[in-house]
């Protein structure tokens, strides 16, 4: 059975930091790792999927890298506003579909003004 | 819609009475799935369809609760005889993926969530 977690579990930083949320698997049989943000009493916002083939995806601001043999991901966030607060969460997936998305407990970040 | 929607957005209920919770995927998406966000267990995962096939029904916490999706659209779960410890968010998300394609690709998209609270 996955197995993800997530370090940290908090973060509180001044904006203008550049952040890494980092994340472990315990199964490196994926095909996908999705990385969502989770504001409070909010959904999920999809913010990057790296299919396994991959290493990394990048966008805007965010760039999240993947080593599936090592069962790591990381989430780089590039120079921190108050707006990027939330939870953030990883989900690998085992692919087929009928697996889902295993989600680690998140990390959950304020960026202070 | 643009998005995936839920309806209804918070759902009080007492124990022991049955609810029905809906979900509408983004418009063409041909996977849909069931989450379930609780204080305790965080995010898990409870049941995939395919088109209006669901394969696998093994994640549904107990036989007290069933998902159907009808018309390749709109997906119900609905929870009989409720207990308090179905409190919880339960979300729904889409995607485009498709079994009988060539690519694994399957970025899932998430609805805004049903809070169920169960007195």
């Known amino acids: 059975k996955q197995e993800v977690t997530q370090i940290p579990a908090a973060l509180s930083v001044p904006e203008g930091e550049n952040l890494v949320l980092n994340c472990s698997f315990t199964d490196s049989a994926i095909y996908n790792l999705q990385w969502f943000r989770q504001d409070p009493g909010k959904g999920l916002t999809s913010l990057l999927l790296i299919q396994s083939s991959q290493r990394e995806q990048t966008s805007g601001r965010l760039n999240a890298s993947l080593d599936k043999s090592s069962g790591r991901s990381t989430l780089y966030i590039a120079a921190s506003q108050p707006g990027d607060s939330a939870t953030y969460l990883c989900a690998p997936e085992r692919g087929g579909g009928a697996d889902g998305l295993t989600f680690g407990k998140g990390t959950h970040l304020i960026i202070q003004p | ?119």
């Open chain 2, 1 to 119: 819609g643009a998005g995936v929607s839920q309806s209804p957005s918070n759902k009080v209920t007492e124990k022991g009475k049955d609810v029905e919770l809906r979900c509408d995927p983004i418009s063409g998406h041909t996977a849909l799935y069931w989450y379930r966000q609780s204080l305790g267990q965080g995010l898990e995962f409870l049941i995939y369809f395919q088109g209006n096939s669901a394969p696998d029904k093994s994640g549904l916490p107990s036989d007290r609760f069933s998902a159907e999706r009808t018309g390749g659209s709109v997906s119900t779960l609905t929870i009989q005889r409720t207990q308090q410890e179905d409190s919880a968010v339960y979300l729904c998300a889409s995607s485009l993926f498709d079994t009988a394609g060539p690519s694994s690709y399957n970025e899932q998209f998430f609805g805004p969530g049903t809070r169920l609270t169960v007195l």
